[in-house]
């Protein structure tokens, strides 16, 4: 069993939908929770970070963090085109020299 | 500001050949990674270092080498590579002040082993 595991997709919604991403996993030392966006052929760039549990928002983002339930989500309000990619989550533990545990990653694409 | 440079950006090999991958980044950071992404496996991080002279394994070090002489590069090697090795790797990079998960990815490596 993956310690990380994401809902695969492909997700495919229309312009101004709300999306919800979603991964679960099983080690209780992760205590730093990401979530990486990827566009065709390019590398990864951080989107959202949390610590801990709760939520966090940057704009139409919304990162949270259940740690009880091990779950974390990422919701995209008024979805655009201009995000469509590949949403990856991460994780990391307490002193572990930043490695970092990724999910498999859900491709969304956003129709207009 | 160039960020994380991979070169090359695409290879293809034979089976049994050799082969280094460079990553260089110019943001003085302390930590670098390298990544494998295949498709339905999200990234696996193969090696790791803290610093200049030090590297540790990953979860699938096996195959692969690396080095990291200089602060600023991070070699990862293939001396005898294999179909299974065929994937885009990539390279990122932290500095020890910033967040635990922030890591600056380069744009990758397209590496095809027949």
């Known amino acids: 069993q993956k310690e990380v595991e994401q809902d695969p997709g492909p997700l495919s919604v229309p312009e101004g939908a709300i999306v919800s991403l979603n991964c679960t996993y099983s080690n209780s030392a992760f205590q730093y929770f990401m979530w990486y966006r990827q566009y065709s052929r390019k590398g990864p760039e951080l989107l959202m970070y949390t610590y801990s549990s709760g939520n966090k928002e940057d704009g139409r983002f919304t990162a949270q963090v259940d740690k009880s339930s091990k779950y974390i989500s990422l919701f995209i309000r008024d979805s655009q085109p201009s995000d469509s990619a590949t949403y990856l989550c991460?994780?990391?533990?307490?002193?572990?020299?930043?490695?970092?545990?990724f999910g498999q990653g859900t491709e969304l694409s956003v129709k207009p | 500001n160039a960020g994380v440079t991979q070169t090359p950006k695409f290879r293809v090999l034979k089976t049994g050949q050799s082969m280094t991958l460079l990553c260089a980044q110019d943001m003085n950071h302390e930590y670098m990674y390298w990544y494998r992404q295949d498709p339905g496996m999200g990234l696996r991080l193969i090696h790791y270092s803290v610093g200049e002279g030090t590297t540790a394994k990953g979860e699938v070090p096996d195959g692969y080498n690396v080095s990291r002489l200089k602060k600023q590069n991070f070699l990862l090697g293939l001396e005898s590579a294999a179909p299974s090795q065929t994937s885009v790797y990539f390279c990122?990079?932290?500095?020890?002040?910033?967040?635990?998960?922030?890591?600056?990815f380069g744009e990758g490596s397209r590496l095809t082993v027949l």
């Open positions: 990122a990079s932290r500095t020890s002040g910033s967040r635990a998960g922030e890591l600056f």
């Open positions: 991460a994780m990391s533990a307490y002193n572990q020299g930043g490695k970092l545990i």
